[in-house]
């Protein structure tokens, strides 16, 4: 159980680096004479290396085992943390991320699939549950503490990526340990009796509500700060990133206080209330509401949490030992790909129309999509 909490720090550490620049996109903006798009373009660039790596690494760290594919993902983010440190202009941010997307697609469902083999098998929620919880916690946690820097106006374009840096090396101790602890699967090993059924239908279901939940939860990790910042003003820094925290954390205890709840009810729950958040999120941007803001930004990742813990359960459930890398990779990146090319689209509505009117019309699209898949998912139970 150690080596298995090690792996989940490992993941809560590279999932801080994700969304570490978040909070800088607008000082970038003013420094760079960048508009919406440019910074959705920017910030989708994470998509754009992490999706194909993400659906090769998975099958490979199933016949290859695992550590070749984290000890790259690890090599590669800190590289980007440096590019971001460096910071010399746009061509730095376009290579910082897309290092950042090399390392997450590489590392994210390796890590994953380590994290459950390192699992009591009497207990067969809990992978889903640390790797969930971990990332939703990193998710926050960088924003957060860039966030800080910005509001304090210490250094926050460089501090906080050589930060990460540091903490990056003491993951490689961690993973070293859980590495020489446990099994690192390939795709030849024998399946024991009790592992699990495919069942190509949960994990479907599994992956369309993971596309829809991380549209909206992306968009957020992305643009929350810029978003909030004709409401909040001259704190938008410090408050836009202890917002995104706020998001992560309660999808955190989320998960925490409905760990017995099986995995379609999780999932089929949280996408009906990710849908509520969002629209909360919405009408207190309209009203200007702080508290309506902060009720929405809460529901928001209560709900993303537990669709994001409820699909990785199900298709962890209902794929082979032999494909489970595959499978989880495939679920995160068709994730990441609603949350980060999508925003490019976001990003052009709102230069075309305003941010509201952006806001409103990807409320309506996904809000549609999650309340369907998440009806759907409570009634019929899928993988149950």
Not at 1 to 15: D, T
């Amino acid at each position: 159980m150690r080596h298995f909490i090690y792996v989940c720090v490992a993941l809560l550490v590279v999932a801080w680096g994700t969304h570490v620049v978040a909070p800088l996109y607008p000082i970038y903006q003013g420094q760079f004479a960048l508009t919406t798009r440019d910074v959705a373009l920017i910030a989708a660039m994470f998509g754009l290396a992490l999706i194909p790596t993400m659906l090769v690494a998975g099958p490979l760290s199933d016949r290859w085992g695992r550590p070749t594919l984290l000890w790259c993902g690890l090599a590669a983010f800190f590289v980007g943390d440096v590019a971001f440190a460096v910071g010399a202009g746009v061509p730095w941010l376009v290579a910082g991320r897309l290092l950042q997307g090399l390392a997450m697609g590489a590392f994210f469902g390796p890590s994953v699939a380590l994290a459950s083999e390192l699992t009591d098998k009497s207990w067969p929620n809990v992978a889903a549950l640390g790797a969930a919880v971990s990332s939703m916690v990193g998710f926050g946690l960088g924003p957060f503490v860039t966030g800080w820097f910005v509001q304090a106006d210490i250094n926050p374009t460089t501090l906080p990526f050589l930060l990460h840096a540091a903490l990056l090396l003491v993951v490689a101790g961690l993973l070293t340990a859980a590495l020489r602890s446990g099994p690192a699967r390939r795709s030849d090993d024998t399946p024991s009796a009790g592992d699990s059924r495919d069942d190509p239908t949960a994990r479907r279901l599994a992956i369309l509500a993971g596309f829809a939940g991380w549209s909206v939860g992306g968009l957020l990790l992305v643009m929350l700060p810029t978003i909030l910042r004709p409401v909040l003003g001259s704190s938008w820094g410090m408050l836009g990133g202890t917002a995104l925290l706020g998001l992560m954390v309660a999808g955190a205890v989320g998960q925490i206080t409905t760990y017995g709840w099986a995995p379609a009810r999780a999932l089929g729950i949280g996408a009906l209330a990710e849908t509520l958040g969002f629209w909360l999120l919405l009408g207190g941007l309209v009203t200007g509401w702080l508290l309506l803001i902060l009720i929405g930004v809460l529901t928001t990742g209560l709900g993303l949490a537990s669709l994001h813990r409820g699909g990785l359960g199900l298709v962890i459930r209902a794929t082979a030992p032999a494909h489970k890398g595959w499978a989880i990779s495939m679920f995160l990146a068709c994730g990441y790909f609603g949350g980060n090319f999508l925003v490019i689209a976001f990003g052009a509505a709102t230069d075309a129309f305003g941010m509201l009117v952006a806001l409103t019309g990807y409320a309506a699209i996904f809000g549609v999509l999650l309340t369907v898949t998440g009806s759907y998912v409570l009634v019929r139970r899928p993988g149950s």
